[in-house]
């Protein structure tokens, strides 16, 4: 949906600056024991996620708090490195969580600008990948709304499952086109958001995209969005004609609309498949939008 920047912090950064806040020196060293068999799954996991195969990575069934999961590191001391490390205030990791949260500019990448993040959340959950615990790339920052961990642990079994990856997944996703949206003429008017990727894409990134639409509920949220924006736009269209209509021949006047109100938004520099973007292309596209 909307692409996050690759964290300037590393995955190595991140566990050396969390081994910091060991207060135990045998603590300490223990867990730097570990730390290069993390980083190793971490460019694994990587990898992965570029390929469109992150489903691949091998998941733990039955993982129990002490079971020992990248040695010598438990399921239950990964886990509470991101609580009690990378989140608590006290620790000097803090201030990397706090820049994963602000790096996306106040705009959710699942919904791409909708809701603003509230916190970071595991794109592979923490229940079954604690060893990813802290690790950069795989911490999402998203609103309510979009928050995976409220919506429970699964994660996809097959590729076609899989929602678009913020940081990492193929370009396509992020630069072309595949949200569309047509106006309704029901009175009031309505916006409807639905999905169309373009037709050379491979099937199963085509499955994806209305997999990562469906998961977020974004025909609901953008129509709502596009909703309360709609009777702005109407007023702008209408009053346009007011002051316009009498010196000009309606199909110039149309064309002139288009230019005046949609296609700053549409050229700027808004993601292709922003609610509000994708909107504006529908309306400038709608006969019955522009003649009224
Ligand atoms: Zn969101």
């Not at 400038?284 to 003649?291: C, K, P």
Request: aromatic share 12%; glycine share 6%; net charge neutral.
């Amino acid at each position: 949906m909307k692409k996050l920047d690759y964290p300037l912090c590393d995955f190595k950064d991140v566990l050396n600056t969390c081994a910091k806040g060991m207060e135990q020196v045998n603590v300490r060293n223990t867990f730097l024991t570990a730390v290069p068999d993390l980083v190793y799954l971490g460019l694994q996991y990587e990898q992965l996620v570029k390929k469109g195969e992150l489903y691949k990575f091998p998941r733990i069934e039955n993982i129990k708090r002490k079971t020992v999961v990248v040695p010598p590191l438990t399921k239950s001391k990964l886990v509470n490195l991101y609580a009690n490390n990378l989140r608590n205030k006290e620790k000097p990791a803090r201030s990397l969580y706090e820049y994963l949260l602000a790096s996306a500019n106040e705009k959710c990448p699942f919904c791409g600008d909708i809701g603003r993040p509230k916190n970071l959340d595991h794109f592979l959950p923490l229940a079954h990948y604690p060893q990813f615990s802290v690790m950069p790339v795989n911490l999402i920052p998203a609103c309510r709304d979009c928050n995976m961990g409220e919506k429970g642990d699964d994660f996809a079994g097959q590729a076609e499952d899989q929602i678009i990856h913020p940081y990492l997944d193929k370009n396509i996703f992020y630069t072309q086109q595949w949200v569309h949206a047509r106006y309704v003429n029901d009175g009031d008017g309505v916006v409807e958001y639905y999905v169309q990727p373009p037709a050379e894409w491979q099937e199963v990134d085509k499955a994806r995209v209305n997999k990562h639409f469906r998961d977020f509920d974004l025909a609901r949220r953008y129509g709502i969005e596009a909703g309360k924006h709609l009777s702005e736009i109407i007023d702008q269209r209408n009053s346009f004609y007011k002051v316009m209509g009498r010196k000009i021949p309606l199909e110039e006047l149309t064309v002139d609309l288009v230019e005046v109100l949609f296609k700053p938004l549409i050229e700027g520099g808004a993601f292709a498949n922003h609610w509000k973007k994708v909107m504006y292309v529908a309306l400038s596209m709608s006969q019955e939008f522009l003649l009224p």
